[in-house]
């Protein structure tokens, strides 16, 4: 039995341990708030399906849905706890617990490929180092971010040779569309958009340094609502599943919902999302190490934090329901 293996099992007896207390400790709330977001497509089936609102109703308990524009927002909504489950990339969530948010990773809603480096064709910038001097537009503590940083670390870069311009992502899209800026960290659906109808080039692409998309859970709801979290998941494997059968009905909701053309729902779903595996793992956990090295390389996490302990401390297994395939 591996390390990872030993940790996952003592996870899931902990876990049980913690719903017998809190089931007589916790009241049952009176509404659950879910975010749903243009990068996790999922978010938007249940949505649209009502699935997590009929999945609470003989409990007395509403859904809430809000709005993330950005894993920088669903973390400052989890934090503020005007979420209790937050859409976000791995590597912000990992920022977000270095930095003290008591938060859980709990389920991988995708494997994406949602980031990369992106210009205009007459911009005359082909490859990272080109961006010395140079404006980029990008959203602080989101996947496009730290792809930014990492990919300017590789080159013996950092963010102090180029201009940062922050805004969220569509802000940045228009922004780099509207020649405001020289490039653009993107983030699909916009990404997409952006080479779909400007004919905008993605100079610098690495998905393996797109970190997992994963649904995010506050620590004290865990704690005190551990089966709520549990059917929360049953809910999104229900969607999951039904995503991976209705590749159409998924597409169709998101031109809806993100208000883009089905060209660009098509590029983004059918070539940069994958929907096959929602277990967290040695997968996630490995892709995590390696980002944080990094991130902590470059300052974005403080010397003194333990990366491994971090990433054992954000990573839970433990909630995903037996019976959708855990």
């Known amino acids: 039995m591996t390390l990872w293996t030993r ?12 719903a017998g207390a809190a089931a007589q400790a916790a009241e049952p709330p009176s509404a659950i708030n879910v975010d749903y977001a243009y990068y996790n497509p999922v978010s938007l089936l249940l949505k649209e399906k009502g699935w997590l609102e009929e999945a609470f109703a003989a409990d007395g308990i509403t859904v809430n849905w809000v709005l993330s524009l950005g894993s920088n927002k669903a973390l400052e909504f989890l934090r503020g706890a005007s979420l209790d489950f937050g859409s976000s990339a791995g590597g912000a969530a990992l920022i977000g617990r270095a930095g003290g ?82 490039a653009w960290a993107g983030l699909d659906p916009y990404m997409a958009r952006a080479e779909v109808e400007s004919d ?40 999951r599943t039904y995503a991976q059968e209705h590749p159409d009905e998924l597409q169709a909701i998101l031109v809806a919902a993100a208000k883009i053309p089905p060209e ?7 070539e940069r999302t994958d929907l096959a595996n929602p277990v967290i793992g040695a997968a996630q956990r490995e892709a995590l190490q390696g980002a944080g090295a990094v991130l902590q390389k470059i300052g974005i996490i403080k010397p003194e934090v333990d990366v491994a302990k971090t990433v054992d401390e954000l990573l839970d297994p433990a909630f995903f329901p037996s019976k959708a395939g855990g």
């Open 7 to 18: 940790r996952c099992w003592l996870a899931l007896a902990g876990a049980a341990g913690l």
């Open 264 to 270: 660009v729902a098509a590029k983004q779903l059918g």
């Open 101 to 182: 948010l008591p938060i859980k990773a709990v389920y991988v809603y995708s494997k994406p490929e949602w980031t990369a480096l992106v210009t205009r064709k007459d911009s005359g910038i082909t490859k990272i180092e080109d961006l010395a001097g140079k404006s980029v537009a990008v959203t602080r503590g989101t996947d496009p971010h730290i792809f930014l940083l990492r990919s300017l670390d590789a080159k013996g870069l950092s963010e102090s040779d180029i201009t940062p311009v922050l805004l969220q992502h569509p802000d940045g899209y228009a922004a780099l569309i509207k020649g405001q800026v020289d």
């Open 200 to 239: 905008a080039v993605l100079f610098h692409r690495a998905p393996d340094l797109n970190t997992y998309g994963v649904l995010n859970v506050r620590e004290a709801f865990a704690q005190d609502h551990p089966e709520l979290v549990r059917r929360v998941l049953v809910v999104y494997e229900r969607g």
